[in-house]
């Protein structure tokens, strides 16, 4: 791989406008049999969403994917939706206890409309089984698989059955993935979406490093079909993580799937935990990503996410920041 890139590192370059207001740009999304309102999904992360918000979120036509980490809840919350008649959309593991869960499902014909399979090192047999199970006992079931950052990774996921790959191992804001191990795909998040989305034949959710509504513009410009984010949304009223008053600021805690906060014990520990600004409601949020992303698409010239895909982009490494630095 030459000529990594960044978020940063990238911006895309205006075509002439073919509408006459930016409400007329359309931001939504088809990943399986649903329709959502914005290629956007809170990362499947504690304190980014509980089952509230993933209510709150369906019920809007808003993508959502359930975390694994309290796995004894996934039974009820998957037939609450249904009863509801929203999308359920949940995590798992791959480890002993998660075929059992899945068994169960089975057996009592509850079918989540979406599984993401959510490892560190997605790129593994173990993944590979965990997919091919899936399909085989559940076939209706959109899987995503992940988290890779390799063509091969996909290829594989695919092959074995993923309906949709999540890419992006390390570049997450709470990650220490790189420092820990010297791997990933931090300070390149942008440039291996592209590599990933080239050998992709099935939809791609870029994971992790998005830090400003523009970055997911560039995501969509790069092949994802989808972004994964964690920081971003971490701050809210909504937000599952706790609530800290520092210096008469108020902030929320946002802490790694693999921090030790998470797992409770100092073991493979390749996450931390931070504060974020705590910034009103994610209602307002999810608002303003809309307009930016209909404005975005209204300069690349299109009427949809469909006319980001092919706009022109320069790469302009170290660029000066006028008063836009985050
Ligand atoms: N996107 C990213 O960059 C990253 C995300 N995470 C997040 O942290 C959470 C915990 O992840 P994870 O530790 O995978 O989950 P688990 O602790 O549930 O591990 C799942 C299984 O995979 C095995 N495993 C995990 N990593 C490796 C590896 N590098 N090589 C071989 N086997 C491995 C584990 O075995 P054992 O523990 O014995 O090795 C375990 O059996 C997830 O939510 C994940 O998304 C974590 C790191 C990077
Ligand atoms: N290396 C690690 N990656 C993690 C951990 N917990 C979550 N994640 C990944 O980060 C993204 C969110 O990134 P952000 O930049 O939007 O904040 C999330 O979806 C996971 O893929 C972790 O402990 N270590």
């Given at each position: 791989m030459e000529n990594v890139f960044d978020y940063e590192d990238i911006q895309l370059v205006p075509s002439k406008c073919?509408?006459?207001?930016?409400?007329?740009?359309d931001t939504s999304v088809t990943l399986g049999k649903h329709t959502f309102k914005l290629p956007v999904v809170p990362a499947n992360m504690q304190t980014v969403v509980d089952e509230e918000l993933s209510r709150k979120l369906a019920a809007n036509q808003y993508f959502y994917i359930m975390h694994r980490f309290e796995p004894e809840k996934r039974k009820s919350f998957i037939k609450a939706m249904k009863d509801e008649n929203l999308i359920s959309s949940i995590s798992v593991g791959v480890k002993d206890e998660e075929y059992k869960f899945l068994e169960s499902l089975v057996e009592e014909a509850l079918t989540p409309d979406y599984m993401t399979i959510d490892i560190a090192h997605g790129h593994s047999q173990a993944v590979i089984d965990m997919i091919r199970f899936i399909k085989q006992h559940m076939p209706e079931t959109f899987v995503i698989a992940g988290n890779v950052g390799t063509p091969e990774a996909v290829r594989e996921l695919e092959n074995a059955g993923a309906d949709a790959t999540k890419v992006g191992i390390g570049p997450g804001k709470v990650c220490i993935t790189k420092i820990k191990t010297g791997f990933g795909t931090g300070g390149w998040q942008l440039a291996a979406v592209r590599w990933c989305a080239k050998a992709a034949s099935k939809p791609v959710i870029a994971d992790?490093?998005?830090?400003?509504?523009g970055d997911i513009a560039k995501s969509i410009r790069f092949g994802a079909s989808m972004v994964m984010v964690g920081s971003l949304f971490a701050g809210h009223e909504e937000s599952p993580g706790e609530t800290k008053d520092i210096d008469g600021k108020l902030y929320k805690e946002y802490f790694g799937s693999a921090s030790e906060y998470q797992k409770g014990e100092k073991k493979n520990v390749e996450g931390k935990k931070i504060v974020v600004e705590h910034k009103g409601s994610v209602k307002d949020t999810l608002q303003e990503m809309e307009q930016d992303l209909q404005s975005a698409i209204s300069y690349s010239g299109g009427n949809s996410l469909e006319g980001l895909r092919h706009v022109d982009y320069v790469v302009v490494k170290n660029s000066i920041f006028n008063g836009d630095r985050i």
């Open positions: 073919i509408v006459e207001s930016r409400s007329e740009c992790g490093g998005i830090r400003t509504h």
